[in-house]
């Protein structure tokens, strides 16, 4: 492929950051579990909330399926630094939103230290 042709899938950064969370919801006591069962909806409604108000367009925020870690969510991963969280809590969001969506500055006591 000519470098010409690699132009026109060029994709420019839309965000500064990106926001992926994961949105499933499976029955209770499921085997796998799931970010919904474990209370995820209300934070990403908060999360949600905030990036639109606040984001200025520099924060992009994604509803994800499965994330591969079901039994430890709420789950969300912010990119480009690939930083997994797992926030519990309204205050955490907030934690997170402020420090490092907006600040740069990672939220090192909600970082999930992934291992398979």
């Not at 000519?2 to 965000?15: K, N, R």
């Not at 925020?61 to 997994?84: D, H, K, N, Q, R």
Request: proline share 8%.
């Amino acid at each position: 492929m000519s470098e010409e042709a690699d132009d026109e899938f060029e994709i420019p950064q839309l965000y500064k950051r990106h926001v992926f969370a994961c949105f499933t919801q499976r029955p209770p006591n499921h085997p796998r579990g799931s970010c919904g069962a474990n209370g995820a909806q209300p934070l990403w409604d908060r999360l949600g909330k905030r990036v639109e108000a606040e984001g200025g367009g520099e924060i992009g925020f994604t509803a994800a399926g499965c994330m591969g870690f079901c039994s430890a969510g709420p789950l969300m991963v912010v990119y480009p630094e690939g930083i997994w969280y797992r926030p519990t809590t309204p205050e955490d969001v907030d934690e997170i939103f402020t420090s490092h969506l907006k600040e740069g500055r990672r939220v090192d006591r909600l970082v999930m230290i992934l291992t398979r």
